[in-house]
Nanobody, 124 residues
Framework: QVQLVESGGGLVQAGGSLRVSCVAS????????MGWFRQAPGKEREFVATITWSGDMTYYTDSVKGRFTISRDNAKNTVYLQMNSPKPEDTAVYYC?????????????????WGQGTQVTVSS
């Protein structure tokens, strides 16, 4: 089993920046595709970003392209989501997820392990 723990959420002003982190334990970091999802109040959880185990490929949902950056540090078993110029619409609980195998994954049911989520609130 893989345990994922998110951190770094909080209150940020629109146009500012914030970085959330996810630390994995219990399984080798290698060969895990990592992803970030989010769930806004009253809405369904949606895909945000993903990164392959080697970090050679990333993919983002259209609404965050050019503003958010996903990265990973395998030596620290950590994946990050850098949020630049966040908007109030980005307010949500952000979830870290890990998937076995290789390749870009954007569907919730393709991920095998999930963190508890961290709240990100963007003020206008």
């Amino acid at each position: 089993q893989v345990q994922l723990v998110e951190s770094g959420g909080g209150l940020v002003q629109a146009g500012g920046s914030l970085r959330v982190s996810c630390v994995a334990s219990g399984r080798t970091w290698s060969f895990l595709t990592m992803g970030w999802f989010r769930q806004a109040p009253g809405k369904e959880r949606e895909f945000v970003a993903t990164i392959t185990w080697s970090g050679d490929m990333t993919y983002y949902t259209d609404s965050v392209k050019g503003r958010f950056t996903i990265s990973r540090d395998n030596a620290k078993n950590t994946v990050y989501l850098q949020m630049n110029s966040p908007k109030p619409e980005d307010t949500a609980v952000y979830y870290c997820a890990a998937a076995r195998g290789v390749g870009i994954k954007v569907r919730e049911y393709d991920y095998d392990y999930w963190g508890q989520g961290t709240q990100v609130t963007v003020s206008s």
